[in-house]
């Protein structure tokens, strides 16, 4: 079956500027992570939704980021006025009920985010 | 959140098996080890967890330590397709730290 997908796959933007990046999770799976990736490093947990609630936000960096998933599924995470050290590779990971202790995560293939 | 050590990187010879290691010294008596793996430009992919016993899929093997404070991922015979970085994760129910993980070079 389909896998978690993100899009863009890629996006550059400007200083300043504000970006929407999406993610669809595998079908029926309650819970959808974000991650943050900077080069040479593991990926970074931002916000964990189980439904369409934000379960666990205490990884966002600050009021800039914002993510939202408002029927339980697709799921867009949000930055204003985007600064350079925003760029990263964001991933995106779905898991069927939210177990976070015993079950498997999905990532999919992450946003690549280059701020200018 | 119980912090993991591992080395930066290790090489294989293609074929052969390949034990990367993970101290996970202060972890919880309820934290499972998750182990996952990140082929260059791609999202991690889940390699396999457990919690006080050995563990087998078609993938691998976890050998996790009678006191949990380490664990070994065993690729039984190393593909160049198992080039990746691995990360050792203890769950806590709380939140995925994956560290900086092992990269492993496999020789041709």
């Known amino acids: 079956g389909a896998g978690v997908s993100q899009t863009p796959s890629n996006k550059v933007t400007e200083k300043g500027k504000y970006v929407e990046l999406r993610c669809d999770p595998i079908s029926g799976h309650t819970a959808l992570y974000w991650y943050r990736q900077s080069l040479g490093q593991g990926p970074e947990f931002l916000i964990y939704f189980q439904g369409t609630g934000a379960a666990d936000d205490s990884g966002l960096p600050n009021d800039r980021f914002f993510a939202v998933r408002p029927e339980g599924s697709v799921s867009t995470l949000k930055i204003q006025r985007t600064e350079r050290g925003d760029s990263a590779v964001y991933l995106c990971?779905?898991?069927?009920?939210?177990?976070?202790?015993?079950?498997?995560?999905?990532f999919g293939p992450g946003t690549r985010l280059l701020v200018l | 959140d119980a912090k993991t050590t591992q080395p930066n990187s290790m090489e294989s010879n293609e074929e052969e098996p390949v034990h990367l290691p993970c101290n996970h010294s202060?972890?919880?008596?309820?934290?499972?080890i998750h182990w996952y793996r990140q082929l260059p430009s791609q999202g991690p992919e889940y390699v396999i967890h457990g919690l006080t016993s050995n563990v087998n899929n078609r993938m691998a093997s976890l050998a996790i330590a009678e006191d949990r404070k380490s664990s070994t991922l065993i690729l039984h015979r190393a593909t160049l397709r198992d080039a990746a970085v691995y990360y050792c994760?203890?769950?806590?129910?709380?939140?995925?730290?994956f560290g900086t993980g092992t990269s492993l070079t496999v020789i041709p």
């Open positions: 994760i203890p769950m806590t129910g709380n939140q995925f730290y």
């Open positions: 990971a779905s898991s069927l009920s939210g177990d976070r202790v015993r079950e498997t995560q999905y």
């Open positions: 202060t972890i919880s008596g309820t934290d499972y």
